[in-house]
């Protein structure tokens, strides 16, 4: 991978992200893969894979059950973090910033474009609860497709999406030598301010 220059980036981070985007999409399994990183009452943080379901000028957009263990830590804090790595093409983006809940439209237009079994899903899941054995799991499965069965499956009352709006936003390029490129996006006073970071 050639080096990563500052006048090779766009001023506009969300812009550069979608430049890089299209290229992992082409290139990279699961492009759409991330990690979401948040912390507990006590501080202690935690972290799992979530899916980007959009983004845009507002910021980065994922869905969940909104009684989650992910979804109880990040709207405690307030704040998470966001790290998307495309290993095909050495390069990661890392986001941080305050999440919010997007509304009812948007949470229902996404569920609707959601494949009928993960609609389900959704429905039967008490995620991050426990369950006795997978059996308990079918057996709510069972009894969701009993209750739709003929019929569209609607969003579950606490089932939906937030968006995380990014205050840095850091782009980062695998090197020779481990001197890797990072440049480092920073909002402040209505502009981005981009400093290149020592690998």
């Not at 307030?78 to 790595?85: I, K, N």
């Not at 093409?89 to 237009?109: K, N, T």
């Not at 308990?136 to 969701?144: F, I, K, M, N, S």
């Amino acid at each position: 991978m050639p080096p990563l220059t500052r006048t090779a980036l766009s001023d506009d981070p969300i812009a550069q992200f979608g430049a890089w985007y299209e290229r992992a999409k082409a290139e990279v399994p699961l492009a759409d893969a991330m990690t979401l990183a948040s912390v507990d009452e006590d501080g202690t943080p935690d972290a799992r894979m979530v899916l980007l379901k959009g983004f845009g000028d507002d910021g980065f957009r994922f869905f969940t059950n909104l009684d989650s263990v992910k979804a109880r830590q990040a709207e405690r804090a307030g704040v998470v973090a966001l790290v998307v790595w495309w290993r095909e093409l050495d390069r990661q983006v890392r986001v941080r910033g305050p999440i919010v809940p997007l509304g009812e439209a948007d949470s229902d237009a996404y569920f609707a474009s959601r494949p009928r079994e993960s609609q389900i899903g959704a429905w039967a899941s008490p995620q991050s609860r426990p369950l006795a054995d997978r059996d308990a799991l079918d057996e709510r499965v069972g009894e969701v497709e009993r209750r739709f069965r003929g019929a569209e499956v609607p969003r579950p009352p606490r089932w939906g999406g937030y968006l995380v709006r990014p205050q840095t936003i850091e782009f980062w390029q695998g090197q020779v030598g481990r001197l890797h490129d990072r440049f480092l996006y920073t909002y402040g006073a209505g502009h981005w301010a981009i400093e290149r970071l020592a690998p």
